[in-house]
């Protein structure tokens, strides 16, 4: 294991491009309360502030803005790689090209993110002007998402996934933009970048497995989305973008069975039809999906191994129940295979090599140049193994 977060200095920062050098192990969060105080954010962002840079960079993190600004990757100046021979070489999209794309989302495998350059973008406030949409069923809020690309930076859907008949995939849609100073209340308008500090709300042990099961879940989802009534609100950014990290070790929740996520990608022709036959696997299945969350997406970055491309993604949280989570994600796969879609490397913990292999079609090329720059596979992990990274001997 290589553990980077102690390489966590700030080398330069220019204040009139935006233009960011750091070491990999920066967290999101630092670099959050460091400079969205002098009007700099990051360019997309995770549901979660404690991601590092170098983690940002190998999963090519994807956020709300995606069909709009693209995934990190795009953002990425240029990195330092520490190779397997331990020689750092300058990547970027004109120097060392095919290493610099087999590195974006390549989930650490070409070798050790020592340093990047990223560039921020500029922002008048830390608050988002957030429209509420609840939509009566799935086709409505794909609709919903689709039609609001072009006026909102952001979007996202949160799902109802025990919603079933009529109600399937019925959700509360949210369209943002950045708020400029101007539309800011005139208490916030002398201090646009001072937000409430946040309470966490801490859960101090594993809850006991029958806390999470579908009936309490159920009665969670149908008080969530009458609580959103349609309607434009302020949210400041820590709430919009990062909704669980105000609660403290939130997987305890799931008790010591845990949970998996499954994230999955359609092509926006067939998305429809595949979001809704995944979402229908899910409600026939004895695993209950007790969070979803749905987003539309632009076209995809130069990473050979990166996610989205222009289409849909659903995230959904399962209850890890052994060998019943094992058929249904394995009947999800084969939906996805069905309709071209593709699973996310970096919350997948099931796939088999053989789905994975159809569902990256640059995959040949990112193999080449992993063994050109590591032939002894000296990076390697649990997950690159089972999915054919590299060979399981």
């Avoid at 005139?186 to 709300?201: G, L, N, S, T, W």
């Avoid at 950014?237 to 305890?252: E, G, Q, T």
Wanted: glycine share 8%; proline share 5%.
């Amino acid at each position: 294991m290589i553990v980077q977060t102690r390489l966590d200095r700030v080398i330069s920062f220019d204040e009139n491009t935006g233009v960011l050098e750091c070491e990999s192990g920066v967290s999101l969060d630092e670099i959050i309360r460091r400079l969205l105080p002098r009007g700099w954010f990051l360019p997309t962002t995770p549901g979660t502030r404690f991601v590092t840079i170098g983690g940002a960079i190998a999963a090519d993190v994807h956020g709300k803005n995606h069909h709009v600004d693209g995934s990190f990757g795009r953002f990425v100046l240029d990195l330092k790689l520490m190779t397997a021979t331990g020689e750092i070489v300058e990547c970027s999209p004109g120097a060392n090209s095919e290493l610099f794309q087999a590195t974006i989302g390549g989930m650490g495998l070409t070798g050790v993110i020592v340093s990047a350059r990223i560039q921020l973008v500029k922002t008048e406030s830390a608050y988002c002007e957030v429209e509420y949409r609840r939509t009566r069923d799935l086709d409505v809020a794909i609709e919903t998402l689709a039609n609001n690309e072009s006026e909102y930076r952001y979007s996202v859907a949160w799902v109802d996934c025990l919603a079933d008949g009529t109600s399937l995939g019925r959700s509360v849609v949210m369209l943002a933009n950045d708020a400029p100073v101007g539309r800011l209340p005139q208490k916030h308008r002398k201090q646009p970048f001072d937000v409430p500090r946040r309470i966490e709300k801490p859960i101090p042990c594993m809850l006991p497995n029958f806390v999470m099961n579908r009936w309490n879940n159920r009665l969670l989802n149908r008080l969530y989305y009458s609580r959103h009534k349609d309607g434009q609100q302020l949210v400041d950014y820590d709430s919009f973008f990062y909704p669980l990290d105000a609660v403290r070790n939130w997987n305890r929740m799931y008790g010591r069975r845990e949970f998996i996520q499954y994230q999955a990608f359609f092509p926006r022709e067939t998305a429809r039809r595949g979001l809704v036959e995944l979402m229908e696997n899910v409600g026939r299945s004895r695993v209950p999906a007790f969070l979803g969350v749905l987003k539309s997406c632009g076209p995809a970055s130069s990473g050979l191994l990166s996610f989205l491309d222009s289409g849909f993604t659903l995230a959904l949280d399962f209850p890890n129940t052994g060998t019943s989570l094992e058929e249904l994600t394995g009947a999800l796969d084969e939906v996805l295979l069905k309709h071209g879609g593709r699973l996310y490397l970096a919350k997948d913990a099931m796939t088999t090599s053989a789905a994975f292999s159809e569902m990256y079609p640059r995959l040949d090329k990112f193999l080449a140049i992993k063994h050109r720059v590591d032939p002894q596979r000296r990076f390697v992990s649990s997950q690159s193994r089972r999915v054919g990274l590299v060979p399981s001997n």
